[in-house]
């Protein structure tokens, strides 16, 4: 947009509103103009475009078509690329200007975002025609939709797909495909980049507000890691990856203690007999999948009513006698009642034949 084409905006579309704000505010919108295209070593490049009248809705977001033809927006990522420091966009949507101050460009696209007090904005620049496109979400709560760069990122870290007209990423964790918002992952700039450099990941994760938790990659270097307390109180966490086939573990106390809505752990657990146990699984009302292998100490399971047949198999099957003889498992009525009598578990009853050692209880509360 020119000086000129933005003086007659403002002159059209402000001031004749009439109010008195609007006829307050025009003669201060002009100075902005004025200043901008008179000073171009600090002034900006203005870009304007149009979009469709109506839009496809999807729960609070709504997306519309950028009417704006393919040959403008085209030359506008040119220019925006030689010149980004400089560079401003904004959408036109009748009366309305709507302003992104942050902008990631690489030379084939342009994304903007803004928030605003009924919402957020997202606008999106392609080269590619029919890519482009402008999202409004209504839900002013909500966590603002991520960048091109943390879309790259979670892709990476996660092998998440990501769905701009939702603002949500699609993940399989184990056996499961789930749609997850950003607000329910760990963000890869603040909680996922958290790690140790000597094997110790004491509360590292502890009182996670997110809904899936993927640990980073785990160093090698170390011959085992301490997870006391690591996930404590993820009260909201679902899915906890860890990133790897199997993890040597020097401690799991209290590891996973108070995460109520917990369902499923992946990767396996590597543990000794020197390795402490204490309330590893307290409070886990809802977990039924987890790998635990070289089990030869005594473990209390008795939160978790809904652990399935695999997890209690691998469980026995992996576990190892200890010097004292035997190893005490508490679980849950309702596990022992599968153990004891379903027909789906009869599996697990043969190995308890051959590995004596392993004495199964249920819980006394």
Not at 23 to 51: C, H, Q, R, Y
Not at 180 to 190: F, K
């Amino acid at each position: 947009m020119t000086q000129q084409e933005m003086t007659e905006y403002i002159a059209t579309a402000v001031q004749r509103q009439g109010t008195q704000g609007a006829i307050a505010l025009a003669p201060l919108l002009s100075a902005i103009v004025d200043k901008i295209f008179s000073d171009p070593e600090t002034g900006v490049s203005p870009i304007v475009v149009n979009i469709s009248e109506k839009g496809t809705a999807a729960g609070t977001a709504t997306t519309y078509e950028i009417t704006t033809e393919q040959e403008v927006i085209n030359g506008y990522i040119d220019s925006v690329s030689e010149e980004k420091a400089k560079a401003r966009l904004f959408v036109q949507d009748g009366d309305v200007l709507i302003s992104f101050n942050f902008l990631e460009i690489n030379g084939e696209t342009i994304t903007g975002h803004a928030t605003a007090s009924d919402g957020i904005y997202k606008l999106f620049l392609s080269k590619t025609a029919g890519q482009s496109y402008f999202l409004h979400d209504e839900e002013t709560r909500g966590i603002a939709a991520v960048t091109e760069a943390e879309i790259d990122g979670y892709k990476a870290l996660f092998n998440a797909n990501y769905d701009s007209t939702v603002n949500r990423f699609s993940v399989t964790i184990g056996t499961v495909s789930i749609s997850l918002s950003p607000a329910q992952m760990l963000l890869t700039t603040e909680e996922y980049n958290k790690h140790c450099n000597d094997g110790d990941c004491t509360a590292m994760w502890a009182y996670s507000v997110a809904e899936y938790i993927c640990c980073p990659k785990w160093f090698e270097g170390f011959t085992a890691f301490k997870l006391h307390s690591a996930f404590y109180k993820s009260d909201k966490a679902i899915f906890i990856d860890l990133n790897t086939d199997s993890l040597n573990v020097a401690t799991l106390a209290s590891a996973f203690n108070g995460c109520p809505r917990l369902e499923q752990i992946t990767g396996i657990m590597k543990v000794t007999s020197a390795t402490p146990l204490t309330d590893v699984f307290k409070g886990c009302e809802t977990l039924h999948s987890f790998k635990i292998s070289g089990l030869s100490s005594n473990i209390d399971l008795s939160y978790c009513k809904s652990l399935t047949f695999e997890t209690i198999e691998y469980l026995f099957e992996n576990s190892v006698q200890p010097a004292n003889g035997t190893i005490t498992v508490t679980v849950h009525a309702d596990v022992l009642n599968n153990i004891n009598n379903n027909s789906t578990w009869a599996d697990v009853r043969t190995l308890l034949e051959t590995k004596t050692y392993i004495n199964v209880q249920g819980a006394t509360v």
